[in-house]
């Protein structure tokens, strides 16, 4: 428990080390929802208030859970580069927990630095009261998906054995959650074999279908998604270790 907290210490203090970034970056946030009100507007303005209202707290959200979820890949990425991914194999604690309760920390300033206001806009746009017998079930959902996302990063992460560089791959990884996850477009409005194949992948799972959920009053209908997302933790979780072990053979270290 305090190898854990000493890491979550780390990562918060990883996320103020620039709180000029982190300005920018909310200064950018804000613009984002902004443009999103508007476009949205105008795009349902024929349609009933409550359609608009709906949408607008769904891509608040989106846009809330993209911001926190954590971005792996590129510290994975950076330890390789660096060659500090070797002090990190030779530690008693495995690299997947490491780079999570980091990641945790991380996530958790930026949470509060610029989740906040994506917080306080989501109470002012929603129309109707979340219902607080489901309320920790979408907790539980937010964290599957924060879980879910950690994993398809530490694995595109893993990737930097073979490549020097993985913007490729995270442009790639953009691209597809672009379609399939639902972070920047509503599910509900996807053509239906989109949906029909969405269904299928991790992406949603992450994202859309977590957002979906902040609309649902009956608990039943969150155990389908929570089922979903803990069916693909476990076995991203076993293609992240097979993957571990293959790439850890190329790990080279030069001394004299």
């Known amino acids: ?29 804000l613009i984002s929802i902004a443009v999103m009100f508007f476009l949205w ?11 608009f209202a709906e949408t607008i707290t769904y891509l608040i959200f989106m846009q809330l859970l993209t911001a ?20 990190l194999l030779l530690r008693p604690v495995p690299l997947l927990t490491h780079y999570f309760w980091e990641s945790v920390g991380y996530s958790f300033g930026k949470l509060i630095f610029i989740g906040i206001p994506d917080v306080i806009l989501l109470v002012v746009v929603r129309q109707s009261a979340l219902a607080w017998q489901t309320l920790p079930l979408l907790v539980m959902a937010v964290m599957l998906g924060y879980v879910l996302y950690f994993e398809l990063e530490a694995i595109i992460g893993l990737f930097s054995f073979y490549t020097y560089s993985i913007w490729g791959i995270n442009t790639f990884k953009a691209a597809v959650l672009l379609a399939v996850s639902g972070n920047v ?46 069916l693909y933790i476990a076995t991203l979780f076993g293609v992240y270790h097979l993957q571990l072990k293959i790439a850890i053979q190329r790990v080279v270290v030069q001394g004299g």
Do not use: E
């Open 41 to 51: 507007q105008s795009v349902l303005r024929h349609r009933p208030s409550a359609v």
């Open 185 to 230: 477009f509503p599910v509900n409005f996807y053509p239906a074999a989109v949906k029909t194949i969405a269904q299928f992948l991790p992406f949603q799972y992450a994202f859309g279908a977590i957002g979906k959920l902040l609309s649902q009053q009956q608990a039943a209908d969150f155990w389908p998604t929570l089922f979903m997302q803990s």
């Open 68 to 87: 926190v979820f954590p971005k792996t890949s590129f510290a994975i990425h950076d330890d390789i580069r660096t060659g500090n991914i070797a002090r």
């Open 1 to 29: 428990m305090t190898l854990r907290l000493m890491m979550i210490r780390i990562g918060l203090k990883r996320s103020v080390a620039n709180r000029y970034a982190f300005g920018f970056y909310l200064f950018g946030n």
